[in-house]
């Protein structure tokens, strides 16, 4: 799956959890039809990073889903690739 695909995908905290579960399980995996070969997540305050790597193990992208809080409180998701250039999600 591309970063762009990922990231479009991972537009809120809920499908984001839908990805790392799927990373975890092939069954889920499969169901869904994605591939996440190369794709690893880390759990962060307040969302999760997910990090590509080549086929040598060099990061080639971040996508960062987090929770945002902002005036008047409501919740939020971003997206935002590192290492790749590409626009920010918001």
Known sequence: MSPQLLAQLASDLDTAADLV???DDDAIRSD???????WSYELVPWGV???HRDRHRNVRTDVVVRLTAPVPLRSSTTTTF?????PARA
């Open 49 to 51: 990073r997910f990090t």
């Open 21 to 23: 579960e799927a990373i």
């Open 32 to 38: 869904r039809g994605w591939d996440l070969q190369g």
């Open 82 to 86: 590192t290492r790749e250039a590409a």
